[in-house]
């Protein structure tokens, strides 16, 4: 199967910049992917769609203030660094801008000197493994020196770091904003628990392969980076007991997706409590185990999550509603508006 077949043309005018005001008044398309039928919506009004006994899962990461901007100690010469994983204690697996200047042994300062990072090891790509060095509690450091690591197709600067946060994230640890929950409020949130849809939560760390374009021709030859998922009991009993009572799981994001669909896969389509890394790679051909429909935002052409998308909702009635979305001029990729896969 070829990259080309996920391709779609997209104004670059149509890439949202910034978030809205008001997180629940994003556009919100309603596809049916039985039929391909498109209804346009405000996100807010997604109660329409769900029902008492459905099951909304939304993951809680909590995305660190990732991107650092420092300087090496010897030359003073700028460097950036963006955190990507903790390997052990004060160790990070990080990406480093220009990479050339970073080598082993090499000392970074930032702030004021109150985070001090060595080089101990190099990677491919700008990779670098870096150790860390501070006073008090590295996230709070985090919180004051760090910056939100906003895709690198936003180039506006972001007021207000939690708006690149869902209103229940919690579990530190993302690159990125699982961004299909940033269209709720915990006012909508309350209001669908009313209605008596189930709201679970899992965790997925989000990792940059998210933003990396797929550079092989054919999709059978690309490699998924893994990230770190977990799912406690208590959400794999409740989601059992949905399946079991004739209920739809709903995830809220492709992250959400590939959790319960790695966790379904092992366990013969049921879920338990478990922890791991996933790298799976869900396009069409794929048969769904754990979820019955989803809410995701738009994404970018020929990326692995408009594969996700199409294996959910067939490619043709994917492609479809993105060209109709361009026409009608919907916002895109992060902060962009919102589609309901049913």
Known sequence: MKVDLF?????????????????????????????????????????????????LVLNDTRVLPARLYGSKEDTGANVEVLLLK????????????????VKEGTKIVFGEGQLTAT???TLEHGGRILDFDYEGIFYEVLEELGSMPLP????????????????YAKERGSA????????FTEHLLDEIREMGVHIAFITLHVGLGTFRPVSVDDI???????????????????????????????????????????IASNNGGRFKEDSGWTSI?????????????????????????????????GREHVLHAYNTAVEEK???????????IK
């Open 152 to 167: 690198p197709y936003i180039k506006e600067q972001l007021e207000d770091k939690e708006r690149y946060q869902t209103v």
């Open 281 to 313: 790679f869900i396009f069409p051909g794929y048969e769904f185990k754990g979820i019955d429909a989803m809410i995701t935002n738009f994404h970018l052409p020929k990326s692995t999550l408009m594969m996700l998308v199409s294996a959910l909702a």
């Open 86 to 101: 903790q390997e052990e204690g004060d160790t990070w697996e990080t990406l480093v801008k220009p990479a050339k200047r």
């Open 176 to 183: 990125a904003a699982p961004t299909a929950g940033l269209h």
């Open 7 to 55: 391709d779609f043309h997209l104004p670059e005018e149509l890439i949202a910049q910034t978030p809205l005001e008001n997180r629940e008044q994003s556009r919100l398309m309603v596809l049916d992917k039985a039929t391909g039928a498109i209804e346009h919506e405000v996100f807010k009004n997604i109660t329409k769609y769900l029902r008492a006994g459905d099951c």
């Open 220 to 262: 059978d030859n690309h490699e998924m980076h893994s990230e770190f998922y977990q799912m406690t009991e208590g959400t794999a009993r409740l989601l059992n007991e949905v399946k079991d009572h004739g209920g739809r799981i709903i995830t809220v994001g492709t992250t959400s997706t590939r959790t319960l669909e790695t």
């Open 330 to 340: 919907y916002r895109f990729f992060s902060f962009g508006d919102a589609m309901f």
């Open 119 to 121: 080089c101990v090891g």
